[in-house]
Each structure stands twice: as structure tokens, then as C-alpha cells.
């Protein structure tokens, strides 16, 4: 997530999601709801369990009563269908985020990409930091950046197309990656490393 001036986003060129963008987005959110089918049945599965062991009694003859056996098993499944509940959310909560970002703008700025290496206050997984300054050299926003090599201080003139949850779509109409071109179908393959 980006840190950025909002005095300055109020002045900036903006724009909207294409459709093939917003594409791309939802496959991948979809490839995750592939993913999250299993701890969503696995929930509902566990809630019925414990609805059934709560609301319905067993049938007679059952060596526990209804009250023993509700008492014993359907904490155990409630916590089961708490966990798989917890799960699916976690694994849909970032592409549904990303989702909604894609109906904010994507911001047009004509200035100057900065990059700034690594201080003290850099996380440890980050490289340095990338940031949009416009024509006045003021940052628009700043992101850690992530990678395998130390990013060394420099400054270059650049059309930037950017969105602050998502960083830099664009710089001078090359794409960075952070919204890929296209996705397959459902995310599946898209994780496959390019030789």
C-alpha cells in the first residue's frame, strides 16, 4: 500500500479500469474461489454437523443421549467449521480487496520516477522504495520495493500510470507486471515460471 499526499491526488489525471484489466483481476479472484471451495464446504459440512447435534435429537437406542452427545461433539465441530470459515476468508479476502480497487482510478502522472535504497526503516523483505513525483518533483506516492538487488538512489523522467493500492501499472507505457497483460482462465498456470 502506498503512502501519498492527498492535497496532490486531487489535481492528478485519472482514468478507469479497462474491462480487460478488471478482467485479469477477476480471474484471479476466481482461481482463488477454486482454491476456497474445500474449506467452504468443510464449514458447511461442520455447521450442519453441529446444527444437527444441537437442534436434533438422536434416535432412541443411541448409547449417548442427546444431551451428552451435543454436549461433547458439537463444540469440537463448531470450532472445526470456525477454522475452515477463518481460512476461506483468508484466502479470498486480498483478490475481493483487489477487486474493489478497480473501481478507484488509475492516476496519469507525467514527472519523474524516484527510486531510493534501503534505510533503517525499510522492511526486511524490501529492497528499497519506489516513488511518482510530479512535474514539481513532489511525491505523489511511495511503495517498498521488492527484489533481489539493492536499489541504488536515482531519479528519471517517465509517464507513470499508477493506482495506490496496486503501485505502478506503467512506466512510459511499458507494463511492470503488476497487472498482467492476461491471466488464463481462472489463474490456473499463471504461476508457471517463464524460461
Not at 4 to 26: D, F, G, Y
Not at 58 to 77: C, K, Q, W, Y
Not at 90 to 118: C, E, K, Q, W
Not at 121 to 131: P, Q, V
Request: proline share 7%.
Amino acid at each position: 500500500m502506498a503512502t501519498h499526499l492527498p492535497e496532490i491526488e486531487k489535481n492528478l489525471v485519472r482514468r478507469s479500469w479497462t474491462k480487460a484489466e478488471r478482467r485479469v483481476v477477476l480471474h484471479g479472484l476466481f482461481g482463488r474461489l477454486l482454491i476456497a471451495i474445500e474449506p467452504i464446504i468443510c464449514f458447511v459440512v461442520f455447521g450442519a454437523l453441529t446444527a444437527g447435534l444441537i437442534f436434533f435429537p438422536l434416535p432412541p437406542g443411541a448409547r449417548l443421549t442427546h444431551n451428552e452427545s451435543a454436549l461433547v461433539l458439537s463444540p469440537i465441530f463448531g470450532l472445526a467449521a470456525s477454522a475452515f470459515f477463518v481460512y476461506a476468508v483468508v484466502v479470498l479476502i486480498s483478490p475481493v480487496r483487489a477487486l474493489v480497487h478497480t473501481f478507484s482510478p488509475i492516476y496519469i502522472v507525467d514527472g519523474y520516477i524516484r527510486y531510493r535504497a534501503a534505510d533503517r526503516y525499510t522492511e526486511a523483505d524490501s529492497n528499497g522504495y519506489i516513488a511518482v513525483l510530479n512535474e514539481d518533483r513532489r511525491t505523489v506516492a511511495e511503495w517498498p520495493s521488492m527484489g533481489d538487488f539493492e536499489m541504488t538512489d536515482s531519479l528519471r523522467p517517465a509517464l507513470i500510470e499508477f493506482s495506490f493500492y496496486g503501485g505502478i501499472h506503467r512506466i512510459d507505457g511499458r507494463s511492470t507486471g503488476i497487472v498482467p497483460e492476461s491471466m488464463p482462465t481462472l489463474g490456473v498456470g499463471s504461476n508457471v515460471p517463464r524460461l
